[in-house]
T-cell receptor
């Protein structure tokens, strides 16, 4: 089956720093979502991004589907950005379940 | 506009007992999904419904698990004869299917602990 790999697995930042999280996938996908899981377990939608670049405040994402990767950029990080970031893909071929990576665990210190 | 809700938020049970979880999707969404997440891992797909029809089940969904969506609105997930390995966060998601747009939105989850 399709493999979704996220890097780095863990990331520690000082408040105000910038970071880039990467998601590689091994097969063609219909679409891709980025989530932030807060300490209470809630998955918060960040981006729904089949291709191209989107921005939302301090966060932006770029997906290059032909090269099978997506990037999530966090600028001027804040302590509230801490948590786990997941990318998840929709398989091509009519299937609509999400296949998740193992996540990047981010800790932002003041 | 309310999001996806799940009940209960936490459940502690003894091995061998049956448990049932409920999920209420976003009101106009016609697809409903169940996922399971164990500690340190990403969520894994269990099953999904389009309206009241259960269209796909993962092999993770053993015969002790059953899911229903009787009227195409809320859904229940039942686990019979719980085992310690069933301890996990059970997540529900919903989406509106009818175009190429199929963003999934998740509920807060039900955390199950089997003693």
């Amino acid at each position: 089956g399709i493999q979704v790999e996220q890097s780095p697995p863990d990331l520690i930042l000082q408040e105000g720093a910038n970071s880039t999280l990467r998601c590689n996938f091994s097969d063609s996908v219909n679409n891709l979502q980025w989530f932030h899981q807060n300490p209470w377990g809630q998955l918060i939608n960040l981006f729904y991004i089949p291709s191209g670049t989107k921005q939302n405040g301090r966060l932006s994402a770029t997906t290059v589907a032909t090269e099978r990767y997506s990037l999530l950029y966090i600028s001027s990080s804040q302590t509230t950005d801490s948590g786990v970031y997941f990318c998840a893909v929709f398989l091509s071929g009519g299937y609509n379940k999400l296949i998740f990576g193992a996540g990047t665990r981010l800790a932002v210190h003041p | 506009d309310t999001g996806v809700s799940q009940d209960p938020r936490h459940k502690i049970t003894k091995r061998g007992q049956n448990v049932t979880f409920r999920c209420d999707p976003i009101s106009e969404h016609n697809r409903l999904y169940w996922y399971r997440q164990t500690l340190g891992q990403g969520p894994e797909f269990l099953t999904y419904f389009q309206n009241e029809a259960q269209l796909e089940k993962s092999r993770l969904l053993s015969n002790r698990f059953s899911a229903e969506r009787p009227k195409g609105s809320f859904s229940t997930l039942e686990i019979q004869r719980t085992e310690q390995g069933d301890s996990a966060m059970y997540l529900c998601a919903s989406s509106l299917v009818g175009s190429s747009y199929n963003e999934q939105f998740f509920g807060p989850g039900t955390r199950l602990t089997v003693l």
